[in-house]
């Protein structure tokens, strides 16, 4: 789905949604696109905003992905002092998201202009409805989709290796982690449909595979020029001071792995076999995505 831009104001600042379910590749991904010369990650904007500008001020043991804490970070302590200096400081508040967003993005085009964009992987939906309703702010999503079969190997290993009573051990099945796949996935393309916000679909396993096409797909919905193959996750462009604890790792930062451990195990193919419904889901997803 394109974005109409003669619809859109100069005077809105752009911003660059990636919503996913969580753990289906949106760390690895974001890092690829901010090795792009225009794009720049800030993680989870969202869940930074929820903790207030106060808890962050005052952490000094938890790192922004640039090495240092929030309070002396070229990008979040201008952002979080000036929330306190104009008041924007209680979460309860309606107008407290739609206040700190605007300094987010105001902080972020005075200090790198307007050649560049912020890339945003909250989790959830609530700064997606946000956005999606504000006058002053072009928000396009990438709504990035990992194969059914290695999301539900992966969150069922997840779930047996933590100890769970009861009907909480379903978690550890597979058919239950495809069902929440395609139950979530559904809904989250339904309500970018509804807020009538622009988004690209993107497969992980064809990035990982085959990124460089990937990317350029992107870089076309995005109206980026494209720019030669960067697989060293290491120069991309970033200040994320919440998301994975990948972020400070420079050993998994430097290159795409993908986990395929899925490959050798064969518990999700009755499931996929008696939900064909799934499968077509999967394969024009995932796989059709940028095409």
Sequence with gaps: MMPNNDDLSPLKKPIICLTSLSHSGSTVFSMALACHENLISLGEIYQVLRMGPTYWL?????RCSCGVP??????WRP???TMRSLDIMNPSLPSYYPDAYATVLDQFSKLYGKDYQPIDTSKGIKHLKLLAGSETIDAKALFLIRDVRSYASSQARLARSQPRKGLKKVKGHYWYQMMRWLSDNKKRESLLTDLALPFETVGY???CFNPSQTLDSVYDFLALPKTPSNENLGKSTHHVLFGNPMRNCDTRKTEIRYDDRWFSETNYMLAA???PT???YNQARVYASGQ
């Design 58 to 62: 005052n952490q000094q043991e938890h």
């Design 79 to 81: 952002v979080l002092t």
């Design 70 to 75: 929030a309070e002396q970070c070229d990008f």
């Design 273 to 275: 076999a008696l939900i």
């Design 205 to 207: 396993e064809p990035f």
């Design 278 to 280: 799934l499968m077509q």
